[in-house]
């Protein structure tokens, strides 16, 4: 596997930076007695390195003996001789999936705490929240699609290799949602117990009987510090709870995905800005995502049946304010709508796709941002609600 960055120097000879602005002053940040490091020292810290690679099981040899090399490593880090406030050496290292060409980072911490983070990738896991095995993280997901009020958590007719694809995300997600919230210092989102061995949240589903399904997870402090939360599974009773070390009337609050009702409902006053820039994205960058017998067409065609697709759906909308859905954006935290685009102006079959739409409040604008199949947004909108409108529906849309 080619690495492309070898021409270059400190970090930027690894693989890609992704925090390149941030990444000097929170090496600074970890070292003790005040000590700063300069960005020349930095590089001069990189440069001289000798450079680690380990496979993706955390071994710089092979079963055989040979060494892991560049081409297939998973992971390379590299000392940087400092020490954090605890006196600990620190260490830098990148990461690469295998689909990666490239190395991403920059990470800092001690070993130990990048033996942890090497340990915790090989285990299954749904973003935070990670299983003995993946048979026990599918029998999860069965237990809670099980006792919810009946719904769909799969797409018809797109095959997953896991039971409930819908459902996971959601949880996944909900819970991404929750840990941002407790951040902000919102309080009685995720709990703890008293002793801290295990936490609870609420996922804002409903069980058969119409009662809050929640959620505890063991909790396993490591030794950088860090939390290992492991084994999720539903709370059948209250009494699980306080037999757990949890207070007598704990009851976590669900997530709040917008403060007002006029967040995720479409303002038929507001104007869509159909900005040059954002068309030329759409029809150009995304044309494989229109129809394929209408590929071939010219930019201009395009442009014409989308914003005649634009027009109508603001008709429909201004007569039924279900018709633009919500949805939630986890990597932005951010409210925007999905508006169905018919480019042959009928509709008595699924959309071709959906806009999706960015609210500018202030000058009261919505901004077209790009245009995504059907089932790409579905889990999305899914996180504020079940869709009621019929044309996202995870039983037609495919």
């Not at 018809?156 to 290799?161: D, E, G, I, W, Y």
């Not at 509709?347 to 999706?356: E, G, T, V």
Request: charged share 30%; aromatic share 12%; proline share 5%.
């Amino acid at each position: 596997m080619e690495n492309k960055t070898n021409n270059k120097s400190g970090l930027l000879k690894l693989g890609y930076v992704a925090n390149l602005k941030s990444c000097k002053s929170e090496l600074n940040e970890m070292l003790a007695d005040e000590k700063q490091v300069s960005t020349a020292e930095l590089n001069a810290i990189v440069n001289d390195a000798q450079i680690v690679y380990l496979n993706k099981y955390g071994f710089p040899k092979w079963r055989n003996g040979e060494d892991v090399t560049l081409e297939d490593a998973a992971y390379l880090y590299f000392a940087t001789g400092l020490e954090d406030k605890s006196g600990d050496f620190i260490i830098g290292w990148f990461e690469r999936n295998s689909k990666d060409a490239v190395f991403r980072g920059v990470s800092w911490g001690t070993k130990d705490s990048f033996d942890a983070k090497i340990r915790k990738d090989k285990m299954f896991h749904w973003g935070d929240l990670y299983f003995k095995s993946e048979e026990d993280g599918l029998a999860f997901l069965e237990d809670i699609a099980a006792s919810t009020i009946p719904e769909t958590w799969s797409f018809k007719n797109k095959p997953s290799a896991v039971n409930h694809p819908i459902l996971k995300s959601y949880i996944e997600n909900t819970f991404e949602v929750l840990k941002k919230e407790t951040a902000r210092g919102v309080k009685n989102k995720i709990v703890y117990s008293q002793d801290g061995k295990h936490l609870v949240f609420n996922t804002n589903l409903l069980d058969k009987f119409f009662h809050d399904i929640l959620i505890v997870v063991e909790v396993r402090k490591q030794k950088d510090g860090s939390e290992l939360l492991m084994n999720p599974r539903r709370v059948k009773k209250e009494l699980e709870l306080r037999k757990l070390g949890f207070a007598k009337d704990v009851h976590p609050n669900q997530p709040q995905f917008f403060e007002k009702v006029e967040e995720v409902i479409y303002q038929p006053t507001w104007t869509i800005d159909k900005d040059f820039d954002k068309f030329t994205h759409i029809i150009e960058e995304r044309r494989q995502r229109f129809p394929i017998e209408m590929q071939s067409a010219s930019s201009d065609e395009l442009g014409r049946k989308l914003d005649d697709a634009i027009t109508f759906a603001v008709a429909i909308a201004q007569r039924n304010y279900k018709f633009i859905v919500p949805m939630y954006r986890p990597q932005t935290g951010k409210i925007q709508l999905l508006m169905p685009i018919y480019l042959k102006g009928t509709y008595s079959s699924k959309p071709d796709f959906a806009l999706i739409l960015t609210p500018d409040k202030e000058n009261e604008y919505y901004i077209p941002e790009t245009i995504l199949p059907l089932d790409a947004v579905y889990q999305n909108a899914r996180l504020i609600a079940k869709p009621d409108d019929t044309w996202l529906n995870p039983d037609t849309i495919l």
